[in-house]
């Protein structure tokens, strides 16, 4: 009995040895997982000596898998993020510069596009380098806690007193239309300036709730994400997206509308079109009696008014397709973005992202993307702005504003030369 017990407990031991020693090489392999637990009796494993898998790929809280890339990804990614960073820090600038130095362009409601543009080259300097770092060592935070809780503070500011100085832009747009007479006397350059450092405060109190205490954000030295409270996710999406975007809608339909009636009150009919006027002999009609003379002159006040109309029309138009091409450039770029950001805490929970981290990648960098098309939008639909780009690219800055003055000179006296013509 004694020796059948003693050799019962040797082989017992020699058991549990073999199996702890082969735990021990698994492990060191990588190659644990939940295949093991099943080949391996209870009696010799227990979870307390053998981790799961996503212990061992990734022991981060927020279990976000870290991307692992080749040599050419990286190379391709680097390429492309470093595009980006540079377009849109070029595009900016010329904004900046081209407000700043050049007389024509200073005036009250180009400031808001310099506050659109430094808001987006502030995104492009300060958030673009190290989102791209991030990407191209595959998802890992590398800068420490500390600095996570800055450049969130900065990513959130930036961005949301881009997407407000958008709105604000619209809100101008839409008085400038439908206010034509009133609303340039109201526009100052102090009012300007206060609406531009409103919407920064604005969009600096969305970053303060982390920093004070209400949420804290994510970072457990792997993973750096803005806080998943419920309440702060919903405050600061809303305030710094649905809120806007939703303004900017009510202001292109307004817009679009008023577009719209100016339209049909073009097509009324027996109200004379500018192809009509070289048809009408006003002399012919002056000889005649002075019934048809007083008619003539009424007539010649309704094609004045036609010319006014048409000219309000053309305006109208043009505001309509910028805010239009405006509104939609923002919304592709940014609604993927924060539908994606809302949901997320309701999904995953508010300690974690469950979200494959390719796909917040791609739906982040596309927004990043509207701080790059921003100032190419404005250039395209403002003359003066293309102008002013095409002399600084070509290095012929010395006479900008002399060649501004020349041309709007030249377009003036055209206008008034049609307009003479035309009586």
């Not at 609303?183 to 206060?194: L, N």
Request: aromatic residues 10%.
């Amino acid at each position: 009995m004694f020796v059948d017990f003693n050799g019962s407990f040797l082989v017992v031991n020699t058991r549990s040895y073999m199996a702890e020693e082969r735990v021990k090489e698994l492990r060191n392999d990588g190659m644990i997982s939940g295949t093991v637990n099943a080949r391996l009796p209870a009696a010799q494993t227990t979870p307390a000596t053998l981790p799961t898998s996503s212990m061992v790929e990734n022991d981060t809280r927020c279990g976000e898998q870290i991307l692992s890339h080749g040599n050419m990804e990286k190379v391709l990614i680097g390429v492309i993020l470093t595009m980006l960073t540079v377009l849109t820090i070029c595009g900016n600038l010329l904004v900046v510069i081209s407000v700043c130095f050049v007389k024509k362009l200073r005036q009250p409601s180009n400031y808001l596009i310099v506050s659109l543009a430094v808001a987006d080259l502030s995104v492009a300097l300060a958030v673009m380098p190290f989102v791209s770092i991030t990407d191209l060592i595959g998802g890992q935070w590398i800068f420490g806690k500390f600095f996570c809780n800055v450049f969130i503070a900065m990513d959130v500011m930036c961005c949301t007193a881009s997407i407000l100085t958008l709105c604000v832009i619209s809100i101008d747009r839409y008085l400038g239309i439908t206010k034509p007479l009133t609303y340039p006397m109201r526009q100052s350059g102090r009012c300007m300036a206060k609406i531009i450092l409103s919407v920064w405060l604005l969009s600096a109190s969305i970053t303060l709730p982390p920093l004070f205490g209400w949420a804290q954000n994510v970072n457990d030295n792997k993973v750096c994400l803005i806080s998943q409270d419920v309440g702060y996710t919903i405050y600061s999406t809303a305030v710094a997206f649905y809120i806007p975007m939703s303004v900017m809608l009510i202001m292109y339909h307004r817009i679009y509308r008023a577009a719209k009636v100016s339209a049909a009150k073009h097509n009324i009919a027996g109200f004379p079109r500018p192809e009509e006027e070289d048809s009408v002999d006003c002399v012919s009609a002056a000889l005649k009696l002075h019934k048809e003379a007083e008619e003539c002159a009424s007539f010649s006040q309704l094609l004045r008014a036609d010319r006014r109309n048409i000219s309000v029309f053309k305006r109208e138009q043009k505001a309509a397709t910028t805010l239009g091409i405006v509104v939609g450039a923002f919304s592709i770029c940014w609604l993927p973005f924060f539908v994606l950001s809302t949901a997320r805490p309701f999904i995953c929970g508010v300690r974690c992202s469950c979200v494959p981290l390719w796909v917040e990648r791609t739906l982040l960098w596309l927004g990043y993307a509207n701080s790059l098309i921003n100032p190419f939008i404005y250039a395209f639909f403002n003359r003066d702005l293309r102008t002013t780009y095409r002399n600084l690219l070509r290095c012929r800055y010395r006479n900008i504003n002399r060649k501004l003055s020349a041309a709007s000179m030249q377009e003036a006296l055209k206008l008034a030369e049609r307009n003479d013509s035309m009586l």
